[in-house]
T-cell receptor
Framework: AQSVAQPEDQVNVAEGNPLTVKCTYS??????LFWYVQYPNRGLQFLLK??????LVKGSYGFEAEFNKSQTSFHLKKPSALVSDSALYFC???????????FGSGTRLLVRP | ETGVTQTPRHLVMGMTNKKSLKCEQH?????MYWYKQSAKKPLELMFV???????ENNSVPSRFSPECPNSSHLFLHLHTLQPEDSALYLC??????????????FGPGTRLTVL
């Protein structure tokens, strides 16, 4: 069965500092991995995805994520955080053989000025 | 958010009311989804439609009734709901259900409150 874990309910970082939001997954086959962001009173917005190839994936708004197969992780990163990055971030996984996208419980990112 | 639209954005209803949520996607996608987002819980997939055909009912109570008249429109009909059904209901679409690498595009959601 597919599953996703986001071990941190909240991540706090100062503006200008690098940020990391953690995600680990469990699937029986090859994973397709996604990151979404949700701002207050809004739907989820797609940030980036890993399908195959280069382990470092670049996405919207300067975010990137690193796929690590041995650690079954797909951590979201940004070199320099902005206050406007404060939002709820969701990691999701889908197996090639399934049409279900499984979401983690979300991590709230708070960037302080 | 013109790709996937949802109406209404907010809905308050009593337990004996009947109401409907509407979703429309302008992306030419073939798959559409309903999700429920409750506080402190992961997103729950409720229904999946592929080319207007329902392919998934994720053990959702019958008081939720989906309808997909065409690939662009999706409805969620609500009747005799319970207070625990209060949540944000999100609609999403994707290009092809069978292509697992396709990302889903989400609407802004309907915030439902059941009194």
């Amino acid at each position: 069965a597919q599953s996703v874990a986001q071990p941190e309910d909240q991540v706090n970082v100062a503006e200008g500092n690098p940020l990391t939001v953690k995600c680990t997954y469990s699937v029986s086959g090859n994973p397709y991995l996604f990151w979404y962001v949700q701002y207050p009173n809004r739907g989820l917005q797609f940030l980036l995805k890993y399908i195959t190839g280069d382990n470092l994936v670049k996405g919207s708004y300067g975010f990137e994520a690193e796929f690590n197969k041995s650690q079954t992780s797909f951590h979201l990163k940004k070199p320099s955080a902005l206050v406007s990055d404060s939002a709820l971030y969701f990691c999701a996984v889908r197996e090639a053989s399934s049409y279900k996208l499984i979401f983690g419980s979300g991590t709230r990112l708070l960037v302080r000025p | 958010e013109t790709g996937v639209t949802q109406t209404p954005r907010h809905l308050v209803m009593g337990m004996t009311n009947k109401k409907s949520l509407k979703c429309e996607q302008h992306l030419g996608h073939n798959a559409m989804y309903w999700y429920k987002q409750s506080a402190k819980k992961p997103l729950e997939l409720m229904f999946v439609y592929n080319f207007k055909e329902q392919t998934e009912n994720n053990s959702v109570p019958s008081r939720f009734s989906p309808e997909c008249p065409n690939s662009s429109h999706l409805f969620l009909h609500l009747h005799t709901l319970q207070p625990e059904d209060s949540a944000l209901y999100l609609c999403a679409s994707s290009q092809k259900l069978a292509d697992a690498y396709n990302e889903q595009f989400f609407g802004p959601g309907t915030r439902l409150t059941v009194l």
